[in-house]
């Protein structure tokens, strides 16, 4: 308090201090809030917060301190924007910390369960591969155990960019399956005929074999779909584009990168056959007419195509070298991009609940998705809110939203069961 004091003694002081705070005020002004949003001052104050600790990270990787989302998620961690929730009102859950494969893991199991065998879900958290933690979804998990009534892990993962595409995929399913292997080290009893893989963006891109899908990146083939476009502003101070570059070991993105990304020249690093299959698969038109009926950003969509598919890079853009061309290129294998698998794989995923969206840029690859498995014979249910944003289920507060409400209700009546016996490594 002392230093403070002396430091605002200080006119040159003072004068950064009003410099400060009259950013902090512009950018506080000009934050999109999404309509569905209840508090809008304390969402603008979290996001202002995520803003400022996201223009810090880059500053400090600009200057080589580390990595942008190294600074990013350790620098969160100071300013502990962490949900809290009070765990002894959850009287009927068991919770308890463990590891499988050396990453951590947290079991919630119902207490005086009657039942021999029971169901369980895995649980993929969210993060754009590169942030998060099970800790940072114990508000949302805890409550969605007490109510479904089954056990739920909760499997932490190893993040980007330290640990780079595939490994966090990798993990998470070797993770799985020893626990799956061991059942009588976590003295769980699991009927492993009825078993559910959910997870929210990230964590619904970890399994190309889901069940539950919230959200889902499902391709990044086309990065200029119509949601894409129309709701950029909502993550405008993390966006996708950057996150997925981290995902692929890129530490340290350029912008000309990230813009190469942006502008779907990527798609020009494959053959053309492949790249009018893939075009295929991402057709617009898959999206069924209910959502897209009256929404003026898919009028004139067609109108762009030449922008969304350019014919050739331009000049400002070819100065890419081949390392980053070798790692675009793994962004259309479909452990990444589940959405790009052909058919005859699609026809073989199981029955899916798929949660879907409004102002979310993942909203269109994810009814694409959808109605692929739909053509391809396979059930899917989708649970559709007009009012909500990418990241509602892990701010419910915000919004009030039914989204877990929902998951808890269609589990019990409609299961989402998969055997998994197929999937186990061996011991």
Not at 42 to 69: D, F, I, M, T
Not at 169 to 195: G, H, P
Not at 342 to 364: A, G, N, V
Not at 379 to 403: G, K, L, R, W
Request: aromatic share 12%; glycine share 4%; proline share 5%.
């Amino acid at each position: 308090m002392i230093l403070f004091s002396r430091f605002m003694n200080n006119s040159k002081s003072w004068a950064i201090f009003a410099g400060f705070s009259l950013i902090a005020a512009l950018e506080f002004s000009r934050i999109h809030v999404p309509y569905c949003v209840k508090n809008k001052f304390k969402y603008r104050c979290r996001y202002l917060v995520k803003h400022l600790v996201a223009k810090a990270a880059r500053l400090g990787s600009a200057l080589y301190l580390n990595s942008e989302p190294i600074l990013y998620r350790n620098l969160l961690k100071c300013v502990r924007l962490i949900q809290r929730i009070d765990d002894s009102y959850f009287k009927n859950i068991n919770i308890i910390d463990s590891t499988a494969k050396n990453c951590k893991i947290r079991i919630y199991s119902p207490k005086n369960s009657t039942d021999d065998l029971q169901p369980a879900m895995f649980y993929y958290h969210g993060g754009g591969f590169c942030f998060n933690s099970i800790d940072d979804y114990h508000h949302i998990l805890l409550p969605l155990a007490s109510e479904l009534k089954m056990i739920l892990i909760a499997v932490e993962y190893p993040l980007a960019p330290e640990h780079t595409y595939p490994l966090p995929i990798e993990e998470a399913f070797l993770e799985t399956n020893f626990v799956l292997n061991n059942l009588e080290k976590y003295d769980l009893n699991i009927d492993l005929n009825r078993i559910v893989l959910a997870g929210d963006s990230a964590g619904a891109n970890i399994a190309t074999v889901l069940s539950i899908l919230i959200n889902p990146p499902t391709q990044y083939f086309n990065m200029l779909l119509p949601s894409m476009i129309k709701y950029a502003n909502i993550e405008s101070f993390m966006p996708r584009s950057k996150m997925i570059l981290w995902h692929l070991g890129i530490g340290h993105v350029k912008s000309s990168q990230e813009n190469f990304l942006i502008k779907n020249f990527h798609t020009l690093l494959i053959d053309e056959h492949f790249r009018e299959k893939l075009k295929s698969y991402m057709d617009v038109n898959l999206i069924p007419e209910a959502y897209r009926n009256g929404i003026e950003y898919y009028d004139n969509y067609d109108k762009l195509n030449d922008l969304v598919y350019p014919e050739k890079i331009g000049k400002e853009d070819k100065n890419i070298d081949e390392n980053f061309e070798v790692l675009l290129k793994q962004l259309f294998n479909i452990d990444v991009s589940p959405g790009l698998a052909d058919d005859e794989l699609l026809r073989k995923q199981p029955k899916t609940f798929m949660i879907i969206s409004e102002q979310d840029t993942r909203k269109d690859e994810g009814l694409i998705y959808a109605q692929r498995l739909s053509n391809n014979g396979v059930q899917v249910d989708i649970a559709y809110y007009d009012n909500v944003f990418h990241t509602s289920f892990f701010y419910p507060e915000e919004t009030n939203h039914p989204m877990r409400g929902d998951i808890i209700t269609q589990i019990p009546k409609n299961p989402y069961f998969l055997n998994l016996l197929k999937y186990h490594c061996q011991k």
